[in-house]
């Protein structure tokens, strides 16, 4: 049981929380704002391979579940895109992408 | 079996390295590289599952196209280099708590389900397949899907766009 880890659902389903908790950790402790995107990423890659991973042992065609990480790619795409603008606009106003540094609001 | 095996450990080792890098590193262009590697590591590992097309987009898109871009905004940017980490004693204990929590709770719902030791099935599924059985039954999906990209697509042209005329005319600093 132990020697063949990689046949185990468990293993892939540990390796996407790994993922998961690494990007949390990084978006709590990055202090830019493009550290904390680049943690969202690491979120968003330990939900496609739970997806990929639940796909192969549970789902009954191994299709279905493959067009969910296909869809989580395309919303990481739209949300890099929109993030890294954001992250430009406030860059222009403010000349830097600190998060302490933008806890003041101007009208 | 045995090559497969062999093959998935040392994508576990390389994917899990190259994310406690990428977390760790100070730097910011570094951090993306190990991202690459990282996600390169996931493709491979979407190739074991069974997936060679979602390996290629996650190869191209992820860590081709989006990594890129991560590079040149960083590189248009003038980020310090001590970018750093929240170095207070009381916010790294906060987050070693919320880490520690989602880790452990993740790890007894595994294991408090007995039914969740499944053996691994045969099963791939070819470019073709794929894409016939997205364009037969999930094509509104994937619609809607590229819908929110054009509006991303817009977004981001609306907001890079108002900002250099505020700057043009001077409105704001």
């Known amino acids: 049981m132990m020697l063949f880890l990689s046949s185990q659902l468990n293993t892939y389903l540990i390796i996407g929380a790994f993922l998961f ?32 991973a639940f796909n192969r042992f549970l789902a009954p065609d191994p299709t279905v579940g493959q067009i969910f990480t296909l869809f989580i790619m395309g919303i990481a795409a739209a949300e890099a895109a929109i993030a890294l603008s954001i992250i430009i606009a406030v860059y222009r106003n403010y000349k830097t992408i600190d998060a302490e540094d933008l806890q003041d609001l101007q009208g | 079996m045995t090559l497969y095996s062999g093959f998935f450990y040392l994508l576990a080792v390389i994917i899990t390295v190259a994310t406690a890098l990428t977390i760790t590193s100070r730097n910011l262009v570094y951090a993306v590289i190990y991202l690459v590697i990282s996600f390169l590591g ?53 987050v070693i708590a919320v880490i520690g929590t989602t880790f452990s709770l993740v790890m007894l719902l595994l294991y408090a389900n007995p039914g969740s030791f499944l053996p691994l099935q045969a099963g791939m599924v070819t470019p073709r397949q794929f894409g016939a059985f997205i364009f037969q039954r999930y094509w509104l999906a994937v619609e809607v899907v590229s819908f929110l990209l054009l509006v991303a697509l817009v977004g981001a042209l609306f907001l890079s766009r108002s900002q250099s005329k505020e700057a043009t005319y001077g409105v704001k600093r």
């Open chain 1, 21 to 52: 908790a690494c990007g949390i950790y990084g978006l709590l402790q990055h202090r830019s704002l493009i550290g904390m995107l680049i943690s969202g990423e690491l979120v968003l890659s330990g939900a496609s391979v739970n997806m990929m």
């Open chain 2, 42 to 94: 996931t493709a491979l590992l979407f190739y074991l599952l069974g997936a060679p097309m979602l390996a290629a987009l996650e190869a191209i898109i992820y860590a081709g196209a989006i990594m890129v871009l991560f590079l040149m905004i960083i590189m248009l940017i003038q980020v310090d280099e001590q970018e750093g980490v929240v170095s207070l004693l009381n916010q790294c204990f906060f």
